[in-house]
């Protein structure tokens, strides 16, 4: 099983320019998640979905889209990027129950220039 | 907001040594999780724990609802074991569907 996969790595972007994050899981997990850790910060969520068709914001959500169509993907869309959107941003999956472990995916850097 | 504190924020220890790292937090949770985040790298779970104790190899963890703090634990500690820990808690309220609350992490180096 290959867990979470983040895709990209690295990203520069121009402050006005749009980009997707791509996320997809392969274990049938219900609920995902889109965290961003910025230096000497606990990670926040962005938004977070507890199903197919479900989606729903968390902590920091200006500036950030997300759609759940299948139960593997789950991407977030940044809109007219920011440098307060340079960040690393992970994604994360659990199963049935959200409080149950949670995966990761190997995290993408952000940088807004 | 609940809030999640790690102690201490940086440990530099000897090899061999045993280490100590605390999460308290504020308010009722379903489950607490321990996180290990090497630099550069990806985020792995260690544990998950709701009551009691978790023994996984050199790591333990142990928790203690009543009093709302956690301890991880690493005994005869390597310089593999440098990286940054992370204690996190999904919120009873809500049944924790909001994702989880992070500490800051504490920065571990370990030196041969």
């Known amino acids: 099983n290959a867990g979470v996969t983040q895709t990209p790595k690295f990203r520069i972007l121009k402050i006005g320019q749009s980009m997707t994050l791509q996320c997809t899981q392969d274990?049938?997990?219900?609920?995902m998640y889109w965290y961003r850790q910025d230096p000497g910060m606990g990670l926040k969520l962005i938004y977070y979905?507890?199903?197919?068709?479900?989606?729903d914001k968390g902590e920091v959500p200006n500036g950030y889209n997300v759609s759940r169509s299948t139960t593997e993907d789950f991407p977030l869309r940044l809109e007219l990027a920011a440098p307060s959107q340079t960040s690393v941003y992970f994604c994360?999956?659990?199963?049935?129950?959200?409080?149950?472990?949670?995966?990761f995916g190997q995290g993408t850097r952000l940088t807004v220039v | 907001k609940n809030e999640v504190e790690q102690s201490p924020q940086n440990l530099t220890a000897q090899e061999g040594e045993f280490i100590t790292i605390n999460c308290s937090y504020s308010v009722g949770i379903s489950a607490l999780h321990w996180l290990q985040q090497h630099p550069g790298g990806g985020i792995v779970s260690l544990f998950m724990?709701?009551?009691g104790k978790k023994k996984h190899g050199r790591l333990i963890a142990t928790i203690n609802i009543q009093e709302k703090h956690s301890s991880l634990h690493i005994t005869a500690s390597h310089p593999r074991d440098s990286a940054v820990y992370i204690c996190a808690v999904n919120m009873y309220s809500g049944g924790g569907a909001d994702g989880l609350t992070f500490g800051k992490g504490t920065h571990l180096i370990i030196q041969p």
């Open positions: 274990m049938n997990h219900n609920y």
């Open positions: 724990l709701s009551s």
């Open positions: 994360a999956s659990s199963y049935v129950r959200p409080d149950t472990e949670a995966f």
């Open positions: 979905s507890v199903g197919a068709g479900i989606t």
